[in-house]
């Protein structure tokens, strides 16, 4: 239990916008804790804050905006092995008390309280703790923290944005680790009750309460809210087809491609393969409407593999089938600026389900013969992604690579 004194220690911080700020932390954190390594990871800065971060002694690691979570989780590889102490870039105040104790997760609470809101983020935070984990947290949003290599394996990556906090501790917790707070005498700058504060106690509950819904990795590694569902919600005719997508997006196996799901037979790949097309069968009652709902929505769903790119297939698919249901457009462009951004992912409820919907409006629009011109172009997609990674195919072609990097943040 806990990290032993001699643990190499990394101190990471997540920044934005504070290159008022930064110098004096990091400058202050190198005296407190000589034989750390500082990192900073600027979340996307409009100012300088990387450059004063390093010139004041520290590693920055310069990300575009993510969220909180996202640069603390891509910060956190940059850190050597060892002990990480997580700290806040405005906190004023002595850490080193946290590097005495046993738990593995040890959390800083402020002894004063100064300026905040009316505790709702913070309640929020607390309630779902407690019925996640059992654990009843005193104070769990704090971003001070130190964590034993234990801890840091069991937590990392984070849960985005302004969740992480939260969900760190339920999944050390979760682990089996020992969870401390203690009280200490710090500072920071502290949100008011004003229109900028509330906005950003809105967006932190927004995201503490993503934390606890459904989550997954994308190729980046990081853990993101799967948010496709609400695409359906957009257009409820489409529940049933996101449900089947959210069971695997939560209980999938390693399986890929429909050999393999085909030869393991019981996995939630199966359970897409037959209940999307029974789906579209009974609502078209047409075998054509059938097989083309369930290939135009695993097409979409064999494209989501990088940030933006289902929703603009789906995009593509509506202008050549002249439109599609406003309400799921109007959701798929409310949506896009999360997906591209890596602050959120569609998972297979959001692309199976966008997939389902040009299927349905080609039904609508084409002819008979048109509708089996359509299948047979999808049933040659689907085996030329059993082959090959459309995803390769992508970026080994220039014109679809310019076009899939569009909107999309840079490494």
């Not at 989780?73 to 046993?102: Q, S």
């Not at 992604?385 to 899939?404: A, H, K, Q, Y």
Request: net charge positive.
């Amino acid at each position: 239990m806990g990290g032993a004194p001699t643990d190499p220690l990394t101190i990471l911080i997540a920044a934005r916008d504070e290159e008022a700020r930064i110098g004096t932390t990091v400058a202050e954190l190198r005296r407190l804790f000589p034989g750390a390594q500082v990192v900073v990871a600027d979340d996307g800065s409009r100012d300088r804050t990387a450059q004063v971060a390093a010139s004041a002694g520290a590693r920055a690691v310069r990300l575009p905006r993510r969220g909180k979570g996202q640069a603390l989780t891509l910060g956190e590889r940059a850190a050597g092995p060892g002990a990480l102490l997580l700290c806040d870039a405005d906190l004023r105040g002595d850490l080193r008390p946290l590097l005495d104790g046993e738990g593995d997760l040890r959390i800083a609470a402020f002894e004063r309280r100064a300026g905040g809101g009316f505790g709702v983020a913070k309640g929020a935070a607390r309630t779902l703790i407690r019925l996640a984990s059992g654990y009843e947290a005193r104070e769990p949003l704090s971003g001070q923290r130190w964590l034993s290599p234990a801890a840091r394996e069991a937590v990392f990556p984070l849960a985005a944005g302004f969740g992480c906090e939260a969900g760190m501790t339920v999944a050390a917790v979760e682990a089996g680790l020992a969870v401390e707070e203690r009280e200490l005498p710090l500072e920071h700058r502290a949100t008011g009750r004003d229109l900028r504060g509330s906005l950003h106690r809105g967006r932190q509950l927004r995201d503490i309460v993503l934390a606890f819904g459904p989550e997954g990795r994308n190729h980046r590694g990081l853990r993101l809210p799967l948010v496709g569902w609400q695409v359906a919600a957009s257009h409820p005719d489409l529940l049933p087809i996101a449900a089947i997508g959210l069971a695997d997006d939560l209980w999938s196996g390693e399986e890929r491609g429909f050999r393999e799901h085909l030869r393991s037979r019981r996995t939630t790949g199966v359970l897409k393969l037959v209940g999307i097309p029974a789906f579209a069968l009974w609502r078209t009652r047409s075998l054509s409407g059938a097989l083309l709902v369930g290939l135009s929505a695993n097409a979409i769903n064999q494209l989501d593999t990088r940030p933006g790119r289902a929703l603009k297939a789906f995009a593509l698919g509506s202008l050549l089938l002249r439109g599609a249901p406003r309400a799921v457009t109007a959701a798929a462009i409310l949506l896009a600026p999360y997906d591209l951004r890596e602050m959120a992912m569609l998972g297979d409820s959001g692309s199976n389900s966008l997939g389902a919907v040009l299927g349905f409006r080609s039904v609508e629009v084409l002819t008979e013969r048109q509708r089996w011109s359509a299948i047979a172009a999808l049933a040659s997609l689907t085996l030329l992604g059993e082959r090959r990674s459309l995803g390769e195919l992508i970026e080994l072609t220039p014109v679809f690579r310019e076009l899939d990097a569009l909107g999309r943040h840079p490494t």
